[in-house]
């Protein structure tokens, strides 16, 4: 079986909601054209802004949108 893998670098919106509903957006986008697995840049849901990390609910946001594993 080949593994197809997509490359991705979503948008960034400013906001953990806002990265977090581009990411699921490209991951969903990948499984339609046929990747197995999606590959994106390492501060996709968080930013790189750092005032995202200390805005009140971030840690929530993240903990439901990865069930749990954060």
């Known amino acids: 079986m080949t593994t197809r893998w997509a490359i991705a670098q ?14 699921l957006a490209t991951l969903k986008a990948a499984k339609s054209a046929g990747a197995n697995g999606c590959v994106c840049t390492e501060l996709t849901v968080t ?3 750092r005032r995202l990390a200390g805005l009140p609910g971030t840690s929530r946001s993240l903990h439901a949108a990865h069930g749990g594993c954060v």
């Open 47 to 49: 930013g790189f802004h």
């Open 10 to 23: 979503p948008r960034m919106h400013g906001s953990l909601e806002g990265n977090l509903a581009e990411t």
